[in-house]
Structures are given as structure tokens and as C-alpha cells.
């Protein structure tokens, strides 16, 4: 559904039964949502080979791959496979690319010694291929010399690449560089209106937010069902998500005191857990979603929790 203010997506669950995929995207788009996002979580499965297993089994709802790390791939065939996905359907996707998760990234040794550097030569190039240009670029970690892709391999309508960040300099980058951001979960009003800050995008730039959801006629049920998903939030790769909220120091001073992420999970005010999710009723998520529009969000992507990803999701389309 996509409102006044902005669209409303789904995320597919990283750990979702394969044989679940296929439905879990044709029935987000027979209940209405505009986008539907796929993760590429080192050890789980890979993001492009999802997105065109959804494209390919769904008719209009555009597909998000979210995000692809640059040190993974070399950027001359990213750009063939998104390529290849954009000829096929036409206007349906979008590419975040990003850092990756450092200790993932470090664990295959492929970690650089600056990360900035090389979103941005990445970046960069790719969407100079994605356009056809004859691309020369020496760069510390992207070379290429060269290579135009052929005109038989453009596709009609040049996809989307945005970067996947959130420190503030990396953020920079992405206002310099690409088409939008992807913010990562948990996305409050707050966290947006920082990040627009350091983003200072001179030019349309789409934001789009990522959130942990659940959607239940009794609220408390709501809360129970997103805490595991909270557990993340406070270590201190999710600082930036946290610094801009009232209750940064108590939540710093909380999680100092637990013993565990999952205590820490079970020990969050409800009231913290209202602001670090879209949780609660149908209308209490659509105020939350509002909220995030105000804020400069384009799209809102939610994301499923539960055993039961296609129950999750018949939860979610109460938002529509």
C-alpha cells in the first residue's frame, strides 16, 4: 500500500523454510505491500539468487536486495547480475550495498583497511556500469579498465543502488554517492532525523528503513513476540541507532547490568520496546509508521517475527 507519505514493504525472514520463499512473496503482494526485501546474511543465503526467484514468481511488488557488501563481489559482475535482474523486470528492483557486518567480513578476510574507501569507489563504479558508461577507474581497491557493458545487457530503467550504512561518515557517503540509504533496524523519528543530517543529500534520495514488527490485537502479545529480535540492540555496533533516543544512558546503564543480550531483551521497558519496534495494535503500528514518514522515511520495510513467517506476515498486512 503505498500512502501519502510513503510505502510500506515486508522483509522476507533470513531463516525462513526454503520451500516457503516463493509463497511468502506471492502472498505479500496479493495482500497489498509495495515492496518486499531480501537479506543476504553471511552463512544464510544469498541475496541476488532470492531476488530472482521472488522477481520471477510475482507479477508487480518491487524487490530489495539488502544489503550486498562490497568486499564480496567484484563490482564489474555485481553489475552484470543486477543488470541482468533489471532487463528481466523492468522497474522492480533495487540494490543496497554496504560494509557488511565487520566480524562476518573480517571472518572471510575480506575486511579493507578502509571500508569508506571502498563503498564509495564501489558505489561509484557501479552505477557508472549500470548506465552504460565506459568505465576507467584506478582506484585503491576498484579497477577497471575499460569495460562498457554491452547495449544487449542494459536494462531500459537503471535500478536503484543504495548504500546500506549507518555510522555518521559512512552515511556522508551515501548523501555523496548513492541513490538512498537503508537503514538497518531498530529506525525511530529520531535516528532518521540524525541520519538525514550526515546524509545532507543535495538531490532525491530515498530512505528506507527496516524495523522489527508485529501487529496483534493485544498489545503485550505484540511486545513479547519482537523482544528476541531486540537482543542486538544493545551492543555497540547498534550505538547509532540508540544515541539520538531520550533513553540512550539508561539503556547503555541496562544492558551493562545484564548478564545476556536475551536478558537484556526481557528487561526492556515496554515502553522502549513501543519505539524500538513496530509493535502493538494494527492502529498503534500505523501511527509508528506515520511517525517514521514525518520523520523523511520513503519506505518502511517491516520485518516478521515468529516461528511462523507466513502467519507473521497475515499479521503485518493489518497495517494495509
Request: net charge negative; hydrophobic share 45%.
Amino acid at each position: 500500500m503505498t500512502t501519502r507519505d510513503g510505502t510500506i514493504g515486508v522483509l522476507i525472514p533470513r531463516d525462513i523454510p526454503a520451500g516457503d520463499i516463493v509463497a511468502f512473496a506471492q502472498r505479500a503482494e496479493t495482500h497489498g505491500f509495495d515492496e518486499l526485501w531480501v537479506v543476504e546474511d553471511l552463512g544464510y543465503r544469498g541475496g541476488l539468487a532470492q531476488a530472482a526467484t521472488v522477481l520471477a514468481t510475482t507479477t508487480g511488488i518491487r524487490v530489495g536486495v539488502g544489503l550486498l557488501p562490497a568486499a564480496a563481489r567484484n563490482v564489474a559482475f555485481t553489475a552484470m547480475e543486477i543488470a541482468t535482474l533489471a532487463q528481466l523486470h523492468p522497474g522492480r528492483i533495487d540494490i543496497a550495498v554496504g560494509h557488511g557486518m565487520p566480524p562476518w567480513m573480517r571472518g572471510v578476510g575480506a575486511w579493507p583497511a578502509s571500508p569508506l574507501t571502498l563503498l564509495t569507489e564501489y558505489i561509484t563504479v557501479l552505477k557508472r556500469l549500470l548506465g552504460g558508461e565506459l568505465v576507467r577507474h584506478e582506484g585503491r581497491y576498484v579497477r577497471v579498465d575499460g569495460l562498457r557493458l554491452d547495449a544487449c545487457a542494459l536494462p531500459a530503467e537503471v535500478p536503484a543502488v543504495l548504500a546500506g550504512v549507518r555510522g555518521p561518515r559512512s552515511l556522508a557517503v551515501s548523501g555523496d554517492v548513492a541513490d538512498g540509504t537503508l537503514l538497518a533496524e531498530p529506525v525511530t523519528p529520531a535516528y532518521v532525523r540524525q541520519a538525514l543530517t550526515h546524509i545532507a543529500p543535495s538531490r532525491p534520495h530515498r530512505l528506507v528503513a527496516y524495523n522489527i514488527a508485529s501487529v496483534d490485537d493485544d498489545p503485550a502479545a505484540a511486545h513479547a513476540a519482537v523482544r528476541p529480535a531486540l537482543e542486538v540492540v544493545g551492543e555497540p555496533d547498534w550505538r547509532p541507532h540508540i544515541t539520538p533516543l531520550p533513553f540512550h544512558d539508561e539503556l547503555v546503564s541496562l544492558r551493562s547490568r545484564c548478564d545476556s543480550p536475551r536478558e537484556f531483551a526481557r528487561s526492556l521497558p515496554d515502553e522502549w520496546v513501543g519505539q524500538l519496534a513496530v509493535a502493538g495494535t494494527a492502529r498503534q503500528a500505523r501511527s509508528r509508521l506515520a511517525d517514521l514518514f514525518d520523520a523523511g522515511v520513503s519506505s518502511a520495510v517491516l520485518a516478521p517475527v515468529g516461528s511462523d513467517c507466513l502467519a507473521s506476515l497475515n499479521s503485518l498486512a493489518a497495517v494495509l
